[in-house]
């Protein structure tokens, strides 16, 4: 593995977690040359430079345009997913771009461009690696690796961290078990709500944490606060089960003893009782779980020390790195293919495309809401 480009629509957190941080690692310990860039940042020069691309969650015309044109230069592809973008359900609120026919479409012809599917997910793997020659499972990394924050009382701090798309989750799953805690605990614990705002926040006077866009900025966030217990309830569906366990990692890094709903994709992670608590999804269950770690603290001891150690060993970066580099690299060979420099020309003009509709919709959108008051 020499040249590798990483391409990504934002530097989210499947990027940084699939493909960037192992890679920057590599490329520190000189196993590779690494250069990473928005979609709409790439250029002619850095494609020419590249002998592996890797497309991270694309779906655009232009990861489209990228990819048929590296594939003519000769160079290998690799196209990383670590949601089923093919199958989102309506209430993320990415559904409406991802559902369309023509992001659907998009997807699987810049899937047909690569040589090699790489995922987090064994399920996508299973899914969508038969489209491809090769596969490759990849791990993500535990990114925080300080010091766990000291506790400020003898109050044990109850948590959920997650994105606001979560929430249908924790409503129908644990806030009636919430409530109970409350009521039969008090003052024994602390319950706080990072990211997802379910109702019973409000009802309740929960403390709450708002959601943050940066990941660096979630990180600096979770590595100020002392929680105990994490909270990570999921209602067993297809798309849920195509996702990864990586809510487990991260709880793991910060000293978090997670309950997790038993269904994929804790189940390939999470050992009831040793690392965390696996639950069925049913209100008694979660609550006698949580009701166990409040009450024995031995226990709860215990397996926060098992969560650090496999965060600072089994997910290290170093660790997720190095199996990064071994899944790949037989999917990457170098090449010395060019890449005509008329790409930069279509990529500007495809910017100016996207701006002139923009502008388009604007100003239709505001047309109509003052056609609207004049009616």
């Known amino acids: 593995m020499e040249h590798v480009l990483l391409t990504y629509q934002e530097l989210i957190p499947s990027a940084i977690l699939c493909g960037h941080t192992q890679l920057n690692w590599l490329a520190d310990h000189k196993k590779i040359e690494y250069r990473h860039s928005r979609v709409f940042s790439v250029t002619s020069e850095l494609l020419s430079w590249a002998d592996v691309i890797i497309i991270v969650r694309g779906a655009l015309e232009i990861d489209l345009f990228i990819a048929k044109l590296a594939k003519r230069a000769g160079k290998r592809l690799v196209y990383i997913l670590d949601d089923d973008l093919l199958n989102v359900p309506a209430h993320i ?25 790489a995922s987090p997910s064994l399920k996508l793997i299973e899914k969508y690696g038969g489209r491809f020659k090769e596969t490759a499972l990849i791990e993500e990394p535990a990114l925080y690796n300080g010091k766990i924050a000291s506790k400020e009382s003898e109050k044990v701090n109850i948590c959920f961290a997650g994105s606001l798309d979560r929430t249908k989750d924790i409503e129908a799953l644990i806030s009636s078990v919430i409530k109970r805690l409350i009521n039969d605990y008090g003052d024994q614990i602390t319950i706080t709500f990072f990211g997802a705002k379910p109702a019973i926040v409000d009802e309740c006077g929960l403390r709450y944490l708002s959601y943050v866009n940066s990941y660096s900025d979630y990180m600096a966030v979770m590595s100020g606060q002392r929680f105990d217990i994490g909270l990570a309830p999921m209602i067993p569906t297809e798309f849920s089960s195509c996702k990864h366990y990586n809510k487990y990692i991260e709880y793991a890094s910060y000293g978090i003893v997670g309950i997790y709903s038993e269904v ?3 189940i390939r992670a999470v050992r009831d009782r040793e690392n965390g608590m696996l639950c069925d999804n049913d209100a008694d269950a979660w609550y006698e779980a949580i009701a166990a770690l409040i009450d024995d603290p031995d226990l709860l001891n215990k397996m926060r020390d098992q969560c650090l150690e496999e965060a600072r060993t089994k997910y290290s970066v170093e660790t997720v790195a190095e199996q990064y580099y071994g899944s790949l690299c037989r999917c990457v060979q170098n090449q010395d293919g060019e890449i005509d420099r008329s790409f930069d020309l279509w990529v500007f003009g495809f910017k100016i495309r996207q701006f002139i509709s923009r502008c388009w919709n604007y100003t239709v959108r505001h047309l109509k809401k003052a056609l609207k008051r004049n009616n």
Do not use: Q, W
Not at 95 to 117: H, Q, V, W
């Open 264 to 266: 994929l994709p804790y």
């Open 93 to 117: 609120v990415s559904a409406p771009f991802y559902n369309s026919r023509k992001t659907k479409k998009l997807i699987l012809e810049i899937m047909g461009c690569c040589d090699c599917f």
